[in-house]
């Protein structure tokens, strides 16, 4: 009776697990260890840091003019005599894990702001992340507060809050989180803006919501989520939540053959959108979603009166909320008003050209 009992019970057990719905995938590298635990950069390692100073430059041709500046009391000196701090918006730009300030990508997203007429300020953190992923991703406090304080110096010599906007790509997001949170403990007031380009997952999805990148960062916080459960993060972390082609893989196209774009090119293309968010600001539209399930299907066009936004420079924080922002396969990528049309497959739609049923012979 008891062997029977035990059976009943084991049997029970299995079927109710087997129909629990255990959520969305945990995604790769997770946890990470050493992550809840005291990190410090070494007065040495302060020595090497630097930054890249770059400013607009007028003329018949468009270019830009730079400094190389340490990241210390020296180098608040190099920035200032660079850049003029009170007179336009300063952009800092900080890349991602085994990325440079000298890299073709973070130079394009550095232009694009330069273009509208800012100054940009490139952190360089190739030399310092320049280590195993998990300890990269441990430095990324410390770094970042360094940062923030370094941040608070300059406003002494004419930078404001409101004329602060930060942007970090993967690593470089938590890092550009930390920064802001720094600078607003120091000076009671928080930078403006902060974007984050797909937002490192390893090592980041399960800290606690403070201890990486949040809305709580800056006054206006939005994310563009390109490869949530490979090298990005699914949780939504700013007002506005972007999820490109339900923010997983990316499409590919090349001269009308299927490339795939997999995770560490889905990872990527966050830039690529943002700079031509850049240059077509009013193209990259999006649906905003009830949850982040809707968003990874594309299941948002179900309410008649659907709510757009759009991705880039006029991103509107007034509409706070999750938004799944459908691309086309090739550059620029903006689909404009065509995006307002739900796809039959959302992001996957461009497979219905590659092996269509009249060829399949069974």
Known sequence: MLLKS???????????????????????????????????????????????????????????????????????????AHIQLTKRKTQVVISGYLDSSFSPLVRAVADAYLRRGRNVIIVEIFPL????????????????????EFLVKL??????????????????AHIASYASLRFGQLTGTKPARLTGLDPAGPCFRNLPYSERLNRNAAHKVDVLHTNIDGFGIADPLGHVDFYAN???????????????CLALCSHVRS?????????NPAQFISIRCESVADARRGDCYRNKNITTNL????????????????????????????????RPLTMNTYLLQVAPDDDMVL
Request: one cysteine or more; hydrophobic letters at 35%.
């Open 246 to 260: 339900g923010g997983e893989y990316q499409q590919s196209m090349k001269k009308g053959f299927l490339l795939p």
């Open 155 to 172: 406003t002494h010599h004419g930078l404001t809050a409101n004329r602060l906007e930060i942007i970090g790509a993967s690593l470089g």
């Open 311 to 342: 991705l880039g420079p006029k991103a509107d924080f007034a509409k706070p909320g999750i938004y799944y922002l459908p691309t086309h396969e090739i550059t620029p990528y903006y689909m404009g008003m065509d995006g307002l049309k739900k």
């Open 129 to 148: 992340l320049l280590r195993p992923y998990p300890l990269a991703a441990r430095i990324t406090r410390p770094f970042g507060e360094y940062l923030g």
């Open 271 to 279: 830039a690529l959108y943002w700079i031509n968010a850049h240059s």
């Open 6 to 80: 035990v059976v009943v019970l084991y049997y029970t057990v299995t079927k109710i697990l087997c129909n629990q719905d255990f959520g969305p995938p945990a995604g790769y590298l997770s946890d990470c260890p050493g992550m809840n635990r005291t990190t410090k950069l070494s007065e040495q390692t302060k020595s090497y840091l630097y930054v890249v100073a770059l400013k607009p430059v007028k003329g018949l041709f468009f270019k830009s003019s730079e400094a190389r500046c340490n990241l210390n009391d020296k180098g608040v000196a190099c920035v200032t």
